[in-house]
């Protein structure tokens, strides 16, 4: 198993410009999430997803749209890119059975927008 | 939603010390506490977890205890060792939420 996979490792936007960060998990977790890494904030939840087809807000989606058409695929998309977008994105699936579940998170993305 | 407290933000300690991290909670209904070890440039990874009719759970030199009365929870680690200076995240999830909310993190630095 490749477990969760995240495309670009690294990208360098402009402000304005548009992107999205593919994530993929082969796991058949039927939970994933994006959260956004900044120094001295912890992971902050931008959204989530419980299935294909749903997705809901975590506590900073402002600036960010995701879908989830497939359980393996939840791809997040920066509408249009601000400096304050800079950040580390990780994306993390876990398992449906409950809460008690470990994340397995991706190895991230690291956005600079100039 | 659930909110969680993560303190010291930064804990300096000599090879062989003990460390300890301490986290607080808001939401009674929270039933499941992980532990995440970020290495500089890495993804987080679980190394401790502990559900809410646990006391106290032991892995090695790794120890996490839960005080559900107070809302609290710490992480410990003994004989501390360079390989230990990480960042670690406590978090906290509630049952009806299924979706972990994160402290802000330790980095830990292990002098040798």
């Known amino acids: 198993n490749a477990g969760v996979t995240q495309t670009p490792k690294f990208q360098v936007l402009k402000t304005g410009q548009s992107m999205t960060l593919q994530c993929a998990q082969d796991m058949n977790h039927e939970y994933m999430s994006w959260y956004r890494q900044d120094p001295g904030m912890g992971l902050r939840l931008i959204h989530y997803s419980v299935g294909a087809g749903i997705t809901d807000q975590g506590e900073v989606p402002n600036g960010y749209n995701v879908s989830r058409s497939t359980t393996e695929d939840f791809p997040l998309r920066l509408l249009s890119a601000a400096p304050s977008q800079t950040s580390v994105y990780f994306c993390?699936?876990?398992?449906?059975?409950?809460?008690?579940?470990?994340?397995?998170f991706g190895p991230g993305t690291r956005l600079t927008v100039t | 939603g659930e909110n969680v407290e993560q303190h010291p933000s930064t804990l300096s300690v000599q090879e062989g010390d003990s460390a300890v991290i301490k986290c607080t909670y808001s939401?009674?209904?929270?039933?499941?506490f992980p532990w995440y070890k970020q290495e500089l440039g890495k993804r987080p990874q679980l190394i401790i977890d502990?559900?809410?009719?646990?006391g106290e759970k032991k892995d090695q030199r790794i120890a996490v205890t839960l005080n559900k009365t107070a809302k609290h929870f710490s992480l410990h680690i003994t004989e501390t060792q360079p390989e230990d200076s990480a960042v670690y995240f406590c978090a906290a999830t509630s049952g009806g939420s299924y979706i972990p909310t994160f402290g802000r993190g330790t980095s830990l630095i292990v002098h040798p």
């Open positions: 939401d009674s209904a929270s039933n499941y």
């Open positions: 502990i559900r809410s009719n646990v």
């Open positions: 993390a699936s876990s398992y449906s059975g409950g809460p008690g579940y470990e994340q397995y």
